[in-house]
């Protein structure tokens, strides 16, 4: 099969948040660019976020980065690179403001300066008090986000590739990344892009659990790719769950619903958070309410014919509340749960939400690894950034509104790297090997002439129940043990699905087998990771590391207080440090602290 | 002119769960038997951003003509 070679200065995979910011600083300052998308650019899973984008702009209340570097550092529980925090933080006004420079509409206050409202873990004076810090358009703040970079893309002649789906990651023998290969739906024709820089944006993982708030595009495709070229991943045992999915779909309910006075209960109808959070309830923090109600499924005191949900009670709130404040709930609960919040409560479980690990880079975009005695080696001509990247400022544990923010930041960040590389000659076009796309061609010859073998479909949902069951909201060691051993079973049986549909063009049974392939190394990584992890911390909960008064909250910093990065050849495992030290000398590093609300 | 159905199946993929979920229901049961002039009319809705789409599927908003409204009953049938 011959393969058709396009040349540009860069290529980007991934138009949401994090792909057209990079995009138009690399377009601004003349590079000849393209954007390679599974989908239209403004139906990007950015288009999800509602609930807003962090800045100590101190609109509404006082406020100042150190503030929100603190809680950031808080949050990650002490996992986050103190530079790259840093970083984030004293860039987020600017990068907010700019984004209401391109027009982005957002909610104002009375003077007409930028509204803020307040945001779980986000406080005042290091923890004292809550704080507004996060600035929304409504409840389509990813939507209107997308809107304005797009349209500032398409202005400064961004070239985009619509419904092109990037395969691998092009590397040559001293590891150099020179681009991708990428299939084009419309015609079934794979090609080269060859290029001086390569960006990677192509957001989360989500999907490779059971119940998730993500959307379907979300299959860590970026992700994948790197791993299998041979880049390592970076703490991929830290995966957020957010407490109110609605059982069985997954679909997001908002906080705002227990914000409002909903109440969670079991299967005997006790407001069992009262016994595990006795001040906050209902509204103590994601992670802890999590593991609150899966403790109560566990131990048998869920509700349903199975006892495997909890139920969200809204039926005390007067109609006109529930209508007026929560608007979309009643949709949701009625489509999705099939029951009138009004009347009945809402089933919901802990849900998959936020990929906290990904590709390792530094706070400038640049794809780190350990190479000849130095962890943080860049990676000549690969960057990334987003949720498929791990910069890393969300450690174990992301705080709501700092994802929004990463994307600003790190995507201008890469952008501006890739440019200062692009303009000193540090960037050239090195030769492709005559193999460049074999990789991505086998892919496709094996799906083409594979028989006999297992759907797609039944190998990603025993990934997603494997992954839902054994290395969920709570951990075990005995859990995670057989689930290594199933998860790599599950990646033995990806490697012989079958499609039955051949045809060239538009073949989605083909893009789903191939989505397949990076949802596993996604899935193996994050399972070989958390089983090898022996303490709590953040996100990553152990049954077998507790709360004592010497470890607080199971977290051990003696042995633990370091990266994992996983390599997907033999499932290596490896760890780097933790940068406890923040970017400028007069910056005080946050220092380590038991992790309490 | 001619509709091609994996096309269309494709641009089922929506950015809101909600709708990848109401999809998958209508791509498995009616989509196959859908005519040249169903699919015009599942192309127009298609074109719709993600948040105005799923108003007018949740009956939040009313479809903009009886063509549309006739594929927003099979995205909303059970
Ligand atoms: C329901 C929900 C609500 C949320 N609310 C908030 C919030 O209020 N505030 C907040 O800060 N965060 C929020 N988040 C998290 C946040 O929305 C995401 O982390 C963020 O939008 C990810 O942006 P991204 O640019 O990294 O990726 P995405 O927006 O997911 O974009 C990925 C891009 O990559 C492309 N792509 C992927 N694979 C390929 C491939 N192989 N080839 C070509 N293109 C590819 C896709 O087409 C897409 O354009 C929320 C998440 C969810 C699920």
Redesign the interface.
């Known amino acids: 099969m011959s393969v058709v070679k396009r040349t540009f200065d860069a290529v980007i995979v991934g138009a949401g948040g994090a792909g057209l910011r990079a995009a138009l600083q690399l377009s601004e300052a003349g590079m000849k660019t393209a954007v390679l998308t599974k989908v239209f650019p403004t139906r990007s899973h950015t288009v999800a976020a509602q609930g807003g984008v962090a800045a100590s702009l101190g609109n509404s209340t006082e406020d100042n980065w150190h503030w929100h570097m603190y809680d950031t550092v808080k949050g990650s529980d002490w996992l986050g690179d103190q530079d790259a925090i840093e970083f984030m933080c004293r860039k987020a006004n600017e990068v907010v403001v700019e984004l209401e420079h391109y027009g982005m509409p957002f909610d104002r206050t009375d003077n007409g300066k930028i509204y803020q409202r307040p945001f779980g873990g986000h406080s005042q004076n290091y923890g004292q008090s809550p704080v507004s810090r996060s600035c929304a358009a409504a409840d389509r703040t990813g939507h209107a986000m997308l809107h304005a970079l797009y349209q500032r893309n398409v202005r400064a002649n961004t070239q985009f590739f619509v419904e092109w789906m990037a395969l691998d990651l092009i590397r040559d023998g001293d590891g150099n990344v020179l681009g991708v290969t990428a299939l084009e739906m419309e015609t079934g024709e794979v090609c080269i892009f060859h290029c001086k820089a390569t960006i990677f944006a192509t957001g989360g993982a989500g999907r490779i659990y059971h119940s998730s708030t993500n959307a379907f595009i979300n299959t860590g495709d970026g992700v994948g790719m790197a791993a299998r070229a041979g880049i390592p991943l970076e703490d991929m045992e830290f995966w957020q769950f957010h407490p109110t999915g609605v059982a069985g779909a997954g679909v997001l309910i908002t906080e705002g619903v227990r914000g409002e006075g909903g109440i969670l209960r079991n299967g005997s109808g006790e407001r069992f958070m009262e016994r595990y959070a006795p001040n906050l309830k209902d509204l103590a923090s994601r992670d802890v309410v999590s593991r609150a109600m899966t403790t109560e499924i566990n131990e048998g005191r869920g509700c349903g014919p199975d006892k495997d949900y909890v139920l969200l009670d809204i039926t005390h709130l007067a109609p006109e509340t529930i209508m007026k404040r929560l608007p979309g709930i009643h949709e949701i609960a009625m489509q999705f749960a099939g029951v009138d919040p009004i009347k009945e409560p809402i089933p919901v479980v802990p849900t998959c939400h936020y990929q906290m690990g990904g590709i390792p880079t530094n706070y400038k975009g640049q794809v780190v690894v350990p190479k000849d005695g130095n962890p943080n080696t860049p990676v000549v001509g690969f960057y990334a950034a987003g949720e498929c990247a791990c910069a890393s400022v969300h450690g174990a544990n992301r705080l709501g509104t700092n994802s929004l923010l990463d994307l600003l930041v790190f995507g201008k960040s890469a952008g501006e790297t890739v440019v200062e590389d692009f303009t000193s000659g540090n960037l050239s076009l090195r030769p492709l090997p005559a193999d460049a796309a074999d990789v991505s061609l086998a892919r496709l010859a094996r799906l083409e002439s594979q028989t006999n073998g297992e759907s797609v479909f039944d190998v990603g949902l025993e990934m997603r129940r494997t992954m839902q069951k054994h290395a969920g909201v709570f951990r075990f060691d005995a859990l995670l043990k057989e689930g290594v051993a199933r998860i790599k079973d599950v990646a033995e049986r990806a490697k012989t699905t079958e499609i039955k549909d051949k045809s060239k063009v538009w073949n989605t049974a083909r893009i789903e087998a191939l989505e397949l392939d990076n949802l596993i190394e996604v899935a193996r990584a994050t399972i070989v990771s958390a089983e090898a992890r022996k303490e709590s911390r953040g996100a990553h909960v152990r049954d077998d590391a507790p709360d004592t008064a010497e470890f607080p909250n199971g977290r051990n910093d003696g042995e633990w207080l370091k990266h994992t990065l996983w390599y997907s050849d033999g499932d290596r495992l490896d760890y780097k440090p933790v940068n406890l030290k923040p970017m400028n000398d007069d910056t005080k590093p946050i220092v380590l602290a038991k992790r309490t609300y | 002119m001619m509709i091609?159905?994996?096309?269309l199946?494709?641009?089922c993929?929506?950015?809101?769960?909600?709708?990848?979920?109401?999809f998958?229901r209508f791509l498995e049961r009616d989509f196959d038997q859908l005519d040249d002039q169903q699919l015009v009319a599942l192309e127009e809705l298609l074109r719709l951003?993600?948040?105005d789409l799923w108003a007018i599927v949740?009956?939040?908003k009313p479809s903009r003509d009886g063509r549309e409204g006739a594929i927003v009953a099979l995205l909303r049938a059970?």
């Open positions: 091609n159905r994996g096309r199946r494709w641009q993929r929506r950015a809101l769960l909600e709708l990848d979920l109401v998958k951003e993600d948040h949740n009956g939040s059970p």
